[in-house]
Nanobody, 124 residues
Framework: QVQLVESGGGLVQAGGSLRLSCAAS????????MAWYRQTPGKQRELVAD???????DYADSVKGRFTISRDSAKNTVDLQMNSLKPEDTAVYYC??????????????????WGQGTLVTVSP
């Protein structure tokens, strides 16, 4: 099994910054992709940013130029630096990973795991 533990959410004023962190642990062989998603009540979970094993990144249009995703492959962590925050960034942010991992006696590919979510609130 793989566990994702997030930290760094909280309350910030518009224009401020927050940094989210996520640590993956467990029977990981390799990580293909790590990402941050967010969700607000009544809406579907949406991709905020992701980073692949090769280091290439992708961002939602709404956060380009303000958010930066980074990864420490040695520690199996992913961070999301959020600058110039806006009230519309308010959401529960979820860490995600796609991995190869041991399950019982064999390695499985394309396993997906989610963190428990961390609330980010941006006040006007």
């Amino acid at each position: 099994q793989v566990q994702l533990v997030e930290s760094g959410g909280g309350l910030v004023q518009a224009g401020g910054s927050l940094r989210l962190s996520c640590a993956a642990s467990g029977s990981i062989v390799s990580i293909n992709r790590m990402a941050w998603y967010r969700q607000t009540p009544g809406k579907q979970r949406e991709l905020v940013a992701d980073i692949r094993s090769a280091g290439n990144t992708d961002y939602a249009d709404s956060v380009k130029g303000r958010f930066t995703i980074s990864r420490d492959s040695a520690k199996n962590t992913v961070d999301l630096q959020m600058n110039s925050l806006k009230p519309e960034d308010t959401a529960v942010y979820y860490c995600y990973c796609n991995v190869e991992a041991w399950v019982a006696i064999r390695v499985y590919s394309d396993l997906e795991f989610w963190g428990q979510g961390t609330l980010v609130t941006v006040s006007p």
